[in-house]
């Protein structure tokens, strides 16, 4: 099971590659500012998915943005994918779980 922020960057990269500043503004867009992963939080969680081997650095950029050298970009191993996918399950299981329960 991953963390939160750990979902939200395997979400962000699910679209493609991204640098880490595109997988914050993703986050807080998607929350509706409900999540805000901080630089220190957002790249600890990388460091993690990148050992755990659910993303990898690559040299894909993102062609409509301005060129920076030093923005490392990340995107989804096949295992990311499939974690990412498992994740999705069961939170959609844990969705209908709260509807039966007259949650929402």
Same mark, same amino acid.
């Given at each position: ?5 750990? @979902?939200?960057?395997l &979400?962000? &990269?699910?679209?493609?590659p ?7 503004? @993703?986050? $807080? ?14 790249? #600890?969680?990388?460091?993690?998915? &990148?050992? /755990? ?5 690559? /040299?894909?950029? /993102? ?6 050298? #030093?923005?490392?970009?990340?995107? &989804?191993?096949?295992?990311? $994918?499939?974690?990412? #996918?498992? $994740?999705?399950?069961?939170l ?6 709260? #509807? $039966?329960a007259?949650?929402?």
């Amino acid at each position: 099971m991953l963390t939160g922020a750990g @979902f939200h960057v395997l &979400l962000a &990269l699910a679209k493609g590659p991204a640098h880490g500043y595109a997988v914050m503004r @993703f986050v $807080e867009q998607v929350s509706d500012g409900a999540v805000r992963l901080g630089p220190g939080t957002l790249y #600890r969680t990388i460091s993690r998915l &990148l050992a /755990d081997g659910l993303v990898e650095e690559t /040299d894909e950029d /993102d062609p409509g943005a301005p060129h920076d050298a #030093r923005r490392r970009y990340y995107r &989804l191993t096949g295992p990311g $994918e499939q974690t990412l #996918r498992s $994740e999705v399950a069961l939170l959609t299981r844990m969705v209908e779980a709260a #509807r $039966e329960a007259g949650v929402t």
